[in-house]
């Protein structure tokens, strides 16, 4: 391989951004000769040195890129006081739904611009009337992230409790990467102990007697932490007390490097279950008895001396097997074997094989997404349309028959509801949010199915003045697909509404209604926010998912298709004010449409997007995202599909107008590595798709979008805002 030109230096940027469409002067970005073969055929691949994002010659095109971008923003007359806007917007209280954890109450809390939440502890909670905050005067501060960095970049994972009430541990991410860190508190004294666990990846953690189980990989190449492949995930035990290089190698399979391996121990400490990921849509799920049954051990810690493997009780991955509660010798599995909208059944540690489990709560017409015990019932929430909706069973029913439902929670509008339970209390809360409801907390009382207004956020914003509307409209096959649009009262339908159209459509993944405050500008000055819940996601089941997915992955982009063609032909909006965005599979959908139809779309914004389909599989774990797209090892065919919509590998060059282009990522997303809109933003530069502007945004000490400090959230929100709303006209009041 050897690079024709290096690196050449920028000179211009925009002399005036007054004209949207001035022509840009990018960076002259190298080319080398690599070529790559696939099947025989072979294909350039001229920004293959940008893969390698720890060199020299990539920090200067990263800096030069963003010099380039941040004066093309800067020239947005009202961007600066959009952030003014978006940071008085987000600075609210925010709390999080209590739990409890052994006779203790915990909330999570940000006092409105905190980068990070912090974590209180509470003894008791009760007496708090509707609309008010808790009595944070009696709550202490257990765990603040925001004193584990300066800049707000370590950013809190998860927080676990030992079953005897003596621990928590916790887990941290530096600069938004998926690596872990696993650190642990005595909860008495408030005080770090020195346990530490590094490098773990994926994981749950399960505590078990003194100690917990975790997953993790090696340690990784020194300057290859955000990108080589992750291989060989293991499953440790570590006691506390002691150093990492003494944790137990509990579970390990040497015949799968590539797959995915999880703890979980139920709370009674009965037995261990271990989940198998990665090669399929679904996991396989074994099983250790701790005190009979399968295994026969005495104790827990038997298990090291035995030669045994788990017992393997669920064995097709086509389908997910996930267990979510132990009582006695019995425990409840959410599955979708032989069910692609899921029930909920369950099996014994004496029989534990899938084939003598019974179902509990059978498969329905509406998606069941998840359950929540409590001492007597179940809550059972569901997916219908999109929307969810939660129902309660009763639990005290005879063992082999199917629950009875008792009645539906009734929820305030479309939304997304997630509920706070325990088996040892009746006491339940639970968080909704929709488009313009702020996420609230209520307290349930399941004996009168009566909710009270617990924790109410006051928000700068007037749900009155908007409308949520859910329509449904045909795609390009017939397929009936569902879209949620969010606007102001009295829009007229004249095809003059700036509209944003969101999409991602992959993994089994369903896009709720939830608030955001970043979209209040949009929508206050005559925007329409639309998702469109396209195939590839959850929305109806296993068979909607897989409709999206490998040699069918074309209907994703269709529908998406569609979903704007849909909004231009009711006279929502036009092609010269329709923008699209999405992140990650949904940076792919953006990539990928705009290719298809650039005379669609005036603006698109593909977020930390998968865009060379043909090396996706190489980095990291991208390998796991097999199961939705194949990989272009697989056969010829697969190979010449992936190739057909890989974003990076269709931009089109001749002359063809293309939409404002802005494309984000970061440097430490060590999920969709930053080499995919690097090379994909290198290629759309170089291309002949007319002046409006091509643009990527490269944050720094941030990563795929978890834990990311509101700080950081707030410049993106109105760097992204900004470009979208001058490119499509709009102003800032």
């Not at 010659?57 to 380039?68: G, M, P, R, S």
């Not at 676990?160 to 938004?176: A, H, P, V």
């Not at 009566?450 to 409308?467: F, G």
Request: proline letters at 4%.
């Amino acid at each position: 391989m050897k690079k024709t030109t290096l690196f050449l230096s920028i000179m211009i940027i925009l002399s005036s951004c007054g004209q949207k469409n001035a022509k840009i002067a990018y960076p002259e970005t190298a080319k080398v000769d690599t070529v790559r073969v696939y099947f025989g055929d072979t294909v350039a691949e001229p920004y293959a040195w940008l893969e390698n994002d720890t060199t020299a010659e990539t920090e200067a095109w990263v800096n030069a890129e963003n010099e380039i971008t941040q004066n093309y923003l800067s020239k947005i007359p009202f961007r600066n006081k959009l952030k003014t806007q978006l940071t008085d917007l987000a600075n609210y209280e925010k709390i999080g739904t209590p739990f409890v954890k052994n006779g203790k109450y915990y909330f999570f809390k940000n006092d409105g611009l905190q980068n990070q939440s912090v974590l209180y502890v509470i003894d008791n909670i009760g007496g708090v009337g509707a609309g008010r905050a808790l009595p944070l005067q009696n709550a202490t501060v257990l765990l603040d992230p925001n004193k584990l960095s300066e800049d707000g970049t370590v950013a809190l994972k998860s927080v676990d409790f030992s079953n005897d009430g003596k621990y928590m541990s916790y887990s941290i991410s530096r600069s938004g990467s998926d690596w872990e860190e696993i650190y642990v508190m005595d909860l008495a004294t408030k005080t770090l102990l020195y346990d530490k666990i590094e490098w773990a990846k994926f994981s749950s953690l399960s505590w078990c007697k003194d100690g917990f189980y975790y997953s993790a990989y090696a340690a990784p190449t020194k300057g290859k932490e955000f990108s080589n492949v992750n291989e060989n995930h293991k499953i440790f035990y570590h006691k506390i007390g002691t150093e990492q290089k003494e944790d137990w190698l509990f579970y390990e399979n040497k015949k799968y490097p590539k797959r995915f391996y999880h703890a979980f121990v139920p709370e009674e400490e009965k037995a261990i279950f271990i989940d198998e990921s990665g090669s399929n849509n679904g996991n396989r799920l074994f099983v250790f008895d701790f005190y009979g049954g399968v295994t026969k051990t005495s104790s827990y810690l038997d298990i090291e001396l035995l030669t045994l493997q788990p017992i393997e009780i669920a064995s097709d991955d086509q389908f997910e097997y996930n267990v979510v509660e132990m009582i006695g010798d019995k425990f409840y599995v959410l599955t979708n074997y032989k069910a692609p909208k899921y029930r909920l059944m369950a099996g014994t540690l004496d029989k534990p094989n899938i084939k003598n489990w019974v179902d509990v709560i059978p498969e329905g017409e509406n998606v069941l997404i998840s359950v929540d015990f409590t001492p007597e019932n179940i809550i059972a929430t569901y997916d219908q349309d999109a929307a969810n909706h939660a129902f309660v069973y009763d639990l005290n029913v005879r063992a082999g028959r199917a629950l009875p439902l008792r009645y539906e929670i009734s929820l305030a509008t479309f939304g997304t509801v997630g509920f706070s339970t325990s088996r040892k209390t009746s006491e339940i809360f639970y968080a909704f949010t929709s488009f313009t409801f702020p996420n609230t907390i209520f307290k349930f009382d399941i004996n009168s199915n009566k909710s009270e207004n617990y924790i109410q956020p006051k928000v700068k914003i007037n749900a009155d003045e908007y409308v949520t509307e859910q329509k449904f409209y045909v795609s390009k096959d017939g397929t009936k697909v569902p879209m949620f649009l969010v606007h102001k009262k009295g829009i007229k339908l004249d095809g003059n509404n700036p509209t944003l159209l969101y999409g991602y459509g992959g993994f089994n993944i369903t896009y709720r209604p939830t608030f955001s405050p970043y979209r209040i500008p949009f929508l206050e000055n005559g925007g329409v926010y639309v998702i469109a819940n396209i195939r590839g996601g959850g929305e109806y089941g296993e068979e909607w998912h897989i409709a999206g997915t490998k040699m069918q992955k074309q209907n994703v982009f269709d529908d998406f298709i569609a979903a704007a063609e849909y909004l231009i032909s009711e006279k929502y909006t036009s092609k010269e004010k329709l923008a699209i965005l999405g992140g990650s599979n949904g940076g792919l959908l953006v990539g990928a449409v705009v290719n298809q139809r650039p005379d669609l779309f005036k603006a698109a914004i593909p977020e930390v997007g998968v865009m060379d389909m043909l090396r996706y599989h190489l980095f990291t774990i991208g390998w796991n995202w097999a199961s939705d797209y194949g990989t272009s090892a697989d056969s010829r065919e697969m190979y010449e599909y992936l190739r057909a919509y890989s974003p990076m590998h269709n931009i089109k060059s001749d002359g063809t107008p293309y939409p404002a282009i802005l494309v984000t990522t970061a440097d430490h997303d060590d999920r969709v590595v930053p080499a995919h809109s690097f090379k994909y933003a290198a290629t759309l530069q170089a291309a002949n798709t007319g002046d409006a502007p091509k643009l990527i945004r490269i944050d720094t000490k941030a990563g795929h979008g978890s834990g990311k400090p509101i700080s950081k959230t707030i410049d993106e929100n109105a760097d992204v805002y900004s470009f979208i709303m001058w490119n499509l006209g709009m102003k800032v009041k």
